[in-house]
């Protein structure tokens, strides 16, 4: 089955604190993954992509094929980091994206 | 960058009414657009996948004859909750499929939401 699962609904941390935001997936296929982060009052954006290996805004995010993860990290959280957080994964040979039910991340001063 | 619009916002209906949502390309042309619904403090779910100048493709377990998806021209989709009920209230969400052309990053932008309560 084709699952993404991002088991915490909440995570609350200080700033310039680590965060990580963890994110399982199950596929059969090669997978492409992706974090996409939705602000207070605005659309739902892309932040990052596995298959760039890019850093966006202090974020990264490895795919680990054996644990079947693609947590999202970042050293020092920033207050303007505060957002919900979605962990989605892209069928193969298709458009379709499989979301996880999301974390809300809260930067504490 | 690439823009997506959904009107309207946010909409109330009676029960037994049908509403129609607009989903609409700025920018680009989309051949490809998609639908999800939220409900709260869940997760995006797929509902169809709408591609331009054919039937939308629908996912399992969503009704085709009560979610109608007509992708008309290049930049608009619309999607129509027929005879509304009160568990169809929710957040609706399109999103459109960039051309890789373009050049851009994303592959898929999405729209706002619009939030439907059906009373």
């Known amino acids: 089955a084709q699952r993404v699962t991002q088991p915490e609904k909440l995570l609350s941390v200080f700033k310039g604190a680590p965060v990580e935001l963890k994110c399982n997936y199950s596929?059969?296929?090669?997978?492409?993954l992706f974090w996409y982060v939705q602000y207070s009052r605005q659309r739902l954006q892309l932040l990052l992509r596995?298959?760039s290996r890019e850093s966006i805004k202090g974020f990264t995010a490895d795919l680990n094929k054996g644990e079947t993860s693609f947590h999202l990290k970042k050293p020092f959280a920033q207050e303007e980091d505060s957002a919900m957080y979605y962990c989605?994964?892209?069928?193969?040979?298709?458009?379709?994206?499989?979301f996880g039910t999301g974390t809300r991340l809260k930067v504490l001063a | 960058g690439a823009v997506v619009s959904q009107h309207p916002s946010w909409v109330i209906c009676k029960s037994g009414t049908s509403v129609k949502i607009e989903c609409r390309s700025l920018d680009f042309q989309a051949t490809t657009m998609f639908w999800y619904r939220q409900f709260p403090k869940q997760s995006l779910m797929l509902m169809a996948t709408?591609?331009?100048?054919?039937?939308?493709?629908?996912e399992q377990g969503v009704e085709k004859d009560k979610f109608l998806i007509n992708h008309a021209s290049l930049t608009l989709s619309t999607l129509t909750v027929t005879s509304a009920h009160p568990e169809d209230s929710s957040f609706y969400i399109c999103?459109?499929?960039?051309?890789?052309?373009?050049?851009?990053?994303?592959?898929?932008?999405f729209g706002p939401g619009t939030r439907l309560l059906v009373l």
């Open positions: 596995h298959i």
């Open positions: 989605a994964l892209k069928v193969s040979g298709t458009y379709k994206y499989i």
């Open positions: 999103s459109a499929r960039a051309p890789r052309a373009i050049g851009l990053r994303e592959t898929q932008y």
């Open positions: 709408s591609n331009e100048g054919s039937k939308a493709t629908y």
């Open positions: 596929y059969s296929g090669s997978p492409e």
